[in-house]
Nanobody
Framework: QVQLVESGGGLVQPGGSLRLSCAASGFTFSIYYMNWYRQAPGKQRELVAAISTDGGLTNYVDSVKGRFTISRDNAKNTVALQMNSLKPEDTAVYYC?????????WGQGTQVTVSS
């Protein structure tokens, strides 16, 4: 059974940091690209960060470049998103996503709220 379980969300003040983690099981993690998406209320889901199978390539949406860092540990089947200098506009539900060709898996999401 495929599972992607996110953790680490919560309430943080502007300028603060959070680290999201996603634990994967039930598939061959190391051959899947891993991605973090987010969806704010009333908005479409957007791709925030992506990482290649070996971690050598990463990509970010412009709005988080320089603030967020995606990483993965293929030995532990985990992917993380380190979020620094958080802004109110980063408030959203964050989803872990695994993708390889036509196969795609999603986590249940974790809420991140940036507010004073």
């Amino acid at each position: 059974q495929v599972q992607l379980v996110e953790s680490g969300g919560g309430l943080v003040q502007p300028g603060g940091s959070l680290r999201l983690s996603c634990a994967a099981s039930g598939f061959t993690f190391s051959i899947y690209y891993m991605n973090w998406y987010r969806q704010a209320p009333g908005k479409q889901r957007e791709l925030v960060a992506a990482i290649s199978t070996d971690g050598g390539l990463t990509n970010y949406v412009d709005s988080v470049k320089g603030r967020f860092t995606i990483s993965r540990d293929n030995a532990k089947n985990t992917v993380a998103l380190q979020m620094n200098s958080l802004k109110p506009e980063d408030t959203a539900v964050y989803y872990c996503n695994a993708r390889r060709r036509r196969d795609e898996y999603w986590g249940q999401g974790t809420q991140v709220t940036v507010s004073s």
